[in-house]
């Protein structure tokens, strides 16, 4: 068997509607320190986003959940995170927010492919 390193993972999850509260999962941040990896993968459901707020920016959402991917990528697209190190980068990503993008409580597990773990992880959200 392979060796397995710890890793953190976090939902994000989108609540259209502070006020009410209502959110639905679009995405996993996931950290492995011992991989120096941090990677977001996101999906976001328009038909959920319509059904909770008619209203909702869409292409805001879809804007945000782009910039968490762009905070883990690091470089250009994480902007002033861009010097950072992927533990950092997850830990302000990972900071309690009230905005339409909140990402929820850190899981924690063990991989032999923080890469392969994402995907899964998101896998499951969207099925």
Not at 40 to 62: F, M, N, Q, S, W
Request: with cysteine; aromatic share 6%.
């Amino acid at each position: 068997m392979s060796e397995r390193d710890v890793f953190e993972y976090a939902l994000l999850r989108v609540v259209p509607r502070i006020e009410r509260g209502e959110c639905f999962n679009a995405g996993v941040l996931v950290y492995c320190r011992a991989k120096s990896f941090v990677a977001a993968r996101t999906h976001l459901d328009e038909g959920k986003l319509r059904a909770l707020d008619p209203a909702a920016d869409i292409d805001g959402v879809r804007a945000a959940l782009r910039a968490v991917e762009g905070v883990c990528a690091g470089g250009d697209a994480a902007g002033q995170a861009a010097p950072d190190d992927a533990g950092r980068r997850f830990r302000w990503l990972i900071a309690p927010r009230s905005t339409v993008v909140q990402p929820g409580p850190v899981h924690t597990g063990l991989t032999a492919d923080p890469r392969a773990e994402a995907e899964r992880l998101l896998d499951l959200l969207v099925r």
